[in-house]
């Protein structure tokens, strides 16, 4: 993710890391590689030799290192969009979706000129295919014998009224609150907006709870 995870390696091993890890015989497409920022060009064709997966998070990126992604998308490498915890911008996919976007084009768009560096589509197969890949799920698409994962976005909201491609509507104006249902594994866990599978008001009480007896 940053200088001073490489370093100790480069000095200890004489190996970028994932040189070292290539060097034990522990990557293969079980393998996931959290940020995967700052590759050399060895690395990324380790990285598509092996198959492995990688995930950027975006936000908790921001100011460690830029990734080297419409590189990485040109070889067939896909990687996925994580949040890195609530603890970095909380854990909307979304958000990170367009601060990704946003980061692509000010650091690898703007020099050439092409605000289309990262598109749309990219980003969100970034999210679903990639982050499924990630999951290890190999198929993401939607279709008859793949697991139903699947959300459902309340589309008439005024700001989500289609002006132009969809993909840059759900891009850049949905958020996490925009999510009416949710269906994992063919089960539904949200209907409209309507957790089905918790007590939300028992867990809300819980957490109250333990905040008042921290205070006192």
Known sequence: EYPGEIQPYMERYKKRPYEYLESRGVLGRQFLGAHSLLLSEREKEIIKERGVKICHCPFSNCGKAVPDTPKLVNMGILPGIGTDGAAHGGLSIWNEMRIFRSVMNVYHGVPLAEPAVMPAKTVLSMATEGGAACMGLENAAIGEGNRADLIGIDMDAPHLWISGQISNTLLESVEAGDVKHTVTGGKILMKNREILTLD?????????????????
């Open 200 to 216: 939300e008001e028992k867990i809300r009480f819980l957490a109250r709870e333990y905040k008042r007896k921290e205070r006192i």
